[in-house]
């Protein structure tokens, strides 16, 4: 995912902010693993999983607040974070020494993980977010 667009809101404006910057810090980690810089990858990774957590935690509080069921969004973000932790592992193990190929794959990994949260998951909270102030936070 090259950028974030206007069609990816999510209808709040705090959680386009979170996803623009996870697309900004995406596209950074991908950079590295083409450039196979591991240590920095390593670094950026970590950085990556923490916004992440963070991001997911909000979310889920602002799921609670709009009375959205957000049990079911809490287990997609395990399932998520488990999907990127595996392919951290296995990038760090490397310590970049991958081929070509395997670069592509795990850009073109991360690009897919980061739309098919943003969109296929957080969109399902648009409706509802909607129905309140774009700029509305969770208390
Ligand atoms: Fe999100």
């Known amino acids: 995912m090259e950028r974030w667009t206007d069609d990816l809101s999510v209808g709040n404006a705090s959680i386009d ?3 623009k910057k996870l697309i900004v ?10 450039a196979r ?3 920095a990858l390593a670094q950026a990774f970590e950085q990556l999983e ?3 957590c963070a ?3 909000y979310e889920e509080k602002v799921a609670q ?3 959205l069921p ?5 287990m997609e973000h395990e399932r998520m974070l488990k999907e990127f932790q595996h392919m951290k592992d296995e990038l760090i193990t490397r310590d970049g020494i991958w081929s070509d190929g395997a670069a592509e794959h795990y850009s073109h990994f991360l690009s897919d993980w980061i ?8 969109m399902l909270l648009k409706p509802v977010l909607q129905t309140y102030p774009y700029d509305f936070k969770p208390d």
């Not at 810090?25 to 083409?34: D, P, R, S």
């Not at 957000?70 to 809490?74: D, V």
């Open 17 to 19: 902010a979170d996803h």
């Open 70 to 74: 957000f049990g079911k969004n809490k």
């Open 115 to 122: 739309r098919d949260h943003v969109i296929d998951e957080d």
């Open 55 to 57: 991001h997911f935690v």
């Open 65 to 67: 607040a709009v009375n």
């Open 25 to 34: 810090m995406v596209n950074g980690v991908e950079a590295m693993i083409k």
């Open 50 to 52: 923490h916004y992440l």
């Open 37 to 39: 810089d591991g240590f």
